[in-house]
């Protein structure tokens, strides 16, 4: 069946540093939802990208849909304690509705 | 806060029990989803309901059943708990016609824990 991998697992950055982590779908999608879940809390919505090669920019976050509608990305820039949590991507078929990557853990050294 | 709401909070339930999860969407929204996500895990997409019918469903068993009511709370009903259905189920309520693609506002979940 469809799977969505998410990488890496976890990733320790010291504040001030870049992050990325990267979602590959085994089909092609629709459209794909990012996910920021803090310990202890539930997922909220970040942004939804449709379009082939869409980028979107929120402040110090760029999302990136690739050319095929499998992959995507999520760069932070010089990160800050607030951004600390877990980032899920979500992709979305028709056939299989919607499936979760298992998510990028991020921690950060003051 | 998404404003929408989850009850019980914590759940603690053994082996081959029942359970019933409620969950209150959005002020106008008419779609809910339910989710199911264990400890270190993304959450895995149980079913949806739009309008009362339930819309898409995921790789989960038949003990596992729901409702959504007129005025677009939801129920999800769990017959003969084993272990591993111990998670924090979420559900999510989004606006708009049948299908994904829409913002979805996750509640805050119920932990449920089957000994």
């Known amino acids: 069946g469809q799977q969505v991998m998410q990488i890496p697992q976890y990733q320790h950055v010291q504040e001030g540093e870049d992050f990325t982590t990267y979602c590959n779908s085994s089909?092609?999608?629709?459209?794909i939802q990012w996910y920021k879940q803090r310990p202890g809390g539930h997922p909220v919505f970040l942004i939804q990208?449709?379009?082939?090669?869409e980028v979107k920019k929120q402040k110090r976050l760029t999302f990136q849909f690739g050319e095929a509608k499998k992959n995507s990305s999520l760069h932070i820039t010089a990160t800050q304690t607030t951004d600390v949590g877990t980032y899920f991507c979500?992709?979305?078929?028709?056939?299989?509705?919607?499936?979760f990557g298992s998510g990028t853990r991020l921690s950060i050294r003051p | 806060e998404t404003g929408v709401t989850q009850s019980p909070t914590h759940l603690i339930k053994t082996r081959g029990q029942q359970v019933t999860l409620r969950c209150s969407s959005q002020?106008?929204?008419?779609?809910v989803s339910w989710y199911q996500q264990a400890l270190g895990q993304g959450p895995q997409f149980i079913f949806q309901?739009?309008?009362?019918?339930?819309?898409g469903r995921g790789n989960f068993p038949p003990r596992f059943s729901g409702l959504q009511f007129p005025n677009y709370s939801s129920e999800l009903n769990v017959n003969a708990l084993e272990l591993d259905d111990s998670a924090l189920y979420l559900c999510?309520?989004?606006?708009?016609?049948?299908?994904?693609?829409?913002?979805?506002?996750f509640g805050p979940g119920t932990r449920l824990t089957v000994l």
């Open positions: 002020s106008g929204h008419n779609t």
């Open positions: 999510a309520s989004s606006f708009g016609v049948a299908g994904f693609g829409d913002t979805q506002y």
């Open positions: 309901y739009y309008r009362e019918e339930e819309n």
């Open positions: 979500a992709g979305y078929s028709s056939a299989s509705k919607i499936i």
């Open positions: 089909t092609t999608l629709s459209n």
């Open positions: 990208l449709v379009k082939s090669g």
